[in-house]
């Protein structure tokens, strides 16, 4: 198990919107999907693009660069060039923070 860590509070991800947290050397987008928040790799595995730059659309994610798509609630890829999956992180809220667990 991993441990749990302060991402945001929970006024600064507005429903539609992300966060890049960076924790232990490694770079998170955290996102707010209609006020259930999801964590997912910042990096896209195709040529390691910024996903926080993208787009949020629903649960779908989509990279800045070269528009592969995946879905936030399970990292799954949704749409080349990308063809792996991100990595997830469990997501709990407190009555005012946001914290993902990373290993």
């Known amino acids: 198990m991993g441990k749990f860590v302060k991402a945001a509070d929970i006024d600064e991800v ?3 919107s992300m966060k890049l947290v960076e924790t232990d050397g490694r770079e998170i ?4 999907v ?7 790799d910042n990096i896209c595995p195709h040529l390691g693009a910024p996903l926080c730059e993208g787009d949020l659309d629903g649960t779908d994610l989509w990279c800045p660069f070269h528009g592969a798509s995946f879905d936030v609630t399970s990292g799954e890829v949704l749409s080349p060039p990308a063809y792996e999956n991100l990595t997830c992180f469990p997501v709990r809220t407190t009555d005012s923070t946001i914290e993902i ?3």
């Not at 987008?29 to 707010?32: E, F, I």
């Not at 209609?34 to 997912?40: K, N």
């Open 29 to 32: 987008v955290l996102c707010n």
């Open 14 to 16: 507005k429903s539609g």
């Open 34 to 40: 209609d006020g259930t928040y999801y964590a997912v």
């Open 101 to 103: 667990e990373v290993e």
